[in-house]
Each structure stands twice: as structure tokens, then as C-alpha cells.
């Protein structure tokens, strides 16, 4: 199972307590009438979909109900932190090692084996 | 004359008890939500007459009531049957919310050298006496239904459940009472 750190409980509590919330730091505008569809639908609808570190909010929903942000790593699952809400985007920087898996080698990444396709 | 309704206990007196653990229903409570900032915490406490606790997965028993840390901003009390909270904060002017769910709730007891034994056969939290002493609560999950966990004592722990649920967690709670898990 896995652990998450829930910063108002201040301890790692079992990942079935949480709940994702899409994605993290996603400003409403201010002139909500005034913008065109196109901005609407940029907001509303239009998500990242990173390989690698990605901003979510995750809801402490079993236990303190409090809505946090957590920088997850989407390629190895790994949650590298989690802070409150409000507090502005974290400046993370994956450890060499961990950059490493987020490089899709590709098919050119491998010798070719018997049976592939020249 | 018009007959007035009269509220019945949820599973009222059931027990159940095998091996080194019991679970069984608790007697009707007094219960009040009670959401506040921080600002108001000193006022609503006095009015109490209990110090709701501000770290996390905490309590603080005084006399007969409870007063369980659920949320940075969110408490539950539980006081015997009757107990008039509602009126204690009628008069607190600092701003707060307080909602009474006396009968949302009903409470069973799991007592036994294997108690939290029992109730890890469905919740997913440590209940090692190091992480999780007496006095400590938590909002958690068992099986299929979210509680409220207090424990009294090493061996002793009361599971406020919402009172529909309550026949399926005292179930879920006898069948791992049953197996000795």
C-alpha cells in the first residue's frame, strides 16, 4: 500500500484514505464573462498530461478532509512531496537517477533482437 | 391525539465476543460537529468547558465527554446521552459552526487483547500503541465504511460509525472477532 504524507495530519497515512483531484494551480480567471470560448475551454477543459513531475490536488477525503497538493512523479508513481494549498508551486528537480526512467528510450534504444522488424 | 414518533437505537444491545475480543453497540450519545478557525477556539472551549485539542489525531476527555481532533478546523464531541451542548455555545459570539448529529451516529466498543487486531482486519491505519496511543482518534476507513476511531485504552476502542452502516461494521467486526485476525 502506499504511504502518503498528508501535511495537516503531519504524518503518512495509507494511500485508501485520499482522493485525486486533477490537476494542481489552475487559476479561475477573474473576468469570467469577458473571455472568449476558446479561454473558457483552455481553463475549464484543457489538462496537462506530463511525463514526469505533475502537480495534482489530493484530498485528505477518510481522514482531515483537507484538500493538499502533491508533486507526483507519473512515470514511477512516486509522490516526491506533498504541501498545503495555497503555497505556490514547489521548484522540483528529480535526482539524476530518476530523470533517467522519465527518458523513453524508444524502439532505437535496444539492439535488435531476433525477429524484429528491419 | 396525535401519536408522536419515538426513535429507535440502531442494533440495540447487540454483543458479540470470541477469543481475546468483543465488540458490542454503546449506549445513545450526545454528538455535535463543530467547525471553527482557530480564532475561535479559546472562546468555544471555555464555553465547553473542554479543550478541544489542536494537534492532529488527538483528543481531550474531561468527565464524561470527548472532544476528538477530526480536521485543522473540525472537531466532534460526544457526550453522554442528553448532554446539552447545542446550549453551552448559544451564546459564544466568535464564529463557529455547530451542527448537532447526536442520532447520525451510533458507537461500538471493541474491547480485548485483540481489538485492534479486529479492527486492522479492516482499517488500514497503524493501531501500534507508538503511533497510535490511547486518547488518539483519527477519521479513517473499515472495510467498506468511513469511521471515526477513538481509543480509550490499549485495549479499548470506540468506532463512531454513521448509523446506517452500523449493522455492516458491527458485522464486518464480529466476523473478524470470529476469525481471530
Known amino acids: ?118 | 391525539m396525535a401519536e408522536t414518533a419515538s426513535r429507535l437505537p440502531v442494533i440495540a444491545g447487540a454483543r458479540y465476543a470470541k477469543g481475546r475480543a468483543s465488540v458490542s453497540v454503546a449506549p445513545p450519545a450526545a454528538r455535535l460537529s463543530l467547525r471553527a478557525p482557530s480564532e475561535s477556539v479559546a472562546a468555544l472551549s471555555k464555553a465547553l468547558g473542554v479543550a478541544l485539542p489542536e494537534k492532529p489525531k488527538t483528543s481531550i476527555t474531561k468527565g464524561d465527554v470527548h472532544a476528538l481532533w477530526l480536521g485543522p478546523d473540525e472537531w466532534l464531541l460526544i457526550g453522554p446521552d442528553g448532554h446539552d451542548f447545542a446550549g453551552a455555545l448559544a451564546k459564544v459570539a466568535a464564529f463557529h459552526s455547530a451542527v448537532d448529529i447526536s442520532h447520525r451516529n451510533a458507537a461500538l466498543m471493541v474491547e480485548g487483547a485483540g481489538a485492534a487486531d479486529a479492527l486492522n482486519a479492516g482499517c488500514p491505519q497503524d493501531l501500534n500503541l507508538s503511533a497510535f496511543p490511547a486518547g488518539a482518534c483519527s477519521r479513517t476507513l473499515m472495510g467498506k465504511t468511513e469511521i471515526v476511531l477513538l481509543r480509550l485504552a490499549e485495549h479499548a476502542f470506540r468506532v463512531e460509525v454513521w448509523r446506517s452502516f452500523a449493522p455492516y461494521a458491527f458485522d464486518f467486526l464480529e466476523d473478524a472477532i470470529k476469525r481471530d485476525w
Open chain 1, 1 to 118: 500500500m502506499l504511504l502518503i504524507h498528508c501535511p495537516y495530519c503531519g504524518e503518512e497515512r495509507p494511500e485508501v484514505e485520499f482522493r485525486q483531484s486533477g490537476e494542481a494551480h489552475i487559476a479561475r480567471p477573474q473576468n469570467m464573462a469577458d473571455i472568449t470560448d476558446e479561454e473558457f475551454e483552455a481553463f475549464f477543459f484543457l489538462r496537462d498530461n506530463p511525463k514526469g513531475v505533475t502537480f495534482e490536488r489530493w484530498r485528505h477525503v477518510h481522514g482531515c478532509a483537507r484538500f493538499f497538493n502533491a508533486a507526483r512523479d507519473t512515470v514511477t508513481d512516486k509522490i516526491l512531496m506533498t504541501y498545503k494549498a495555497g503555497l505556490p508551486k514547489p521548484d522540483i528537480t528529480l535526482p539524476e537517477k530518476t530523470l533517467a526512467l522519465t527518458v523513453d528510450p524508444g524502439v532505437s534504444g535496444r539492439s535488435l533482437l531476433p525477429g524484429d522488424a528491419k
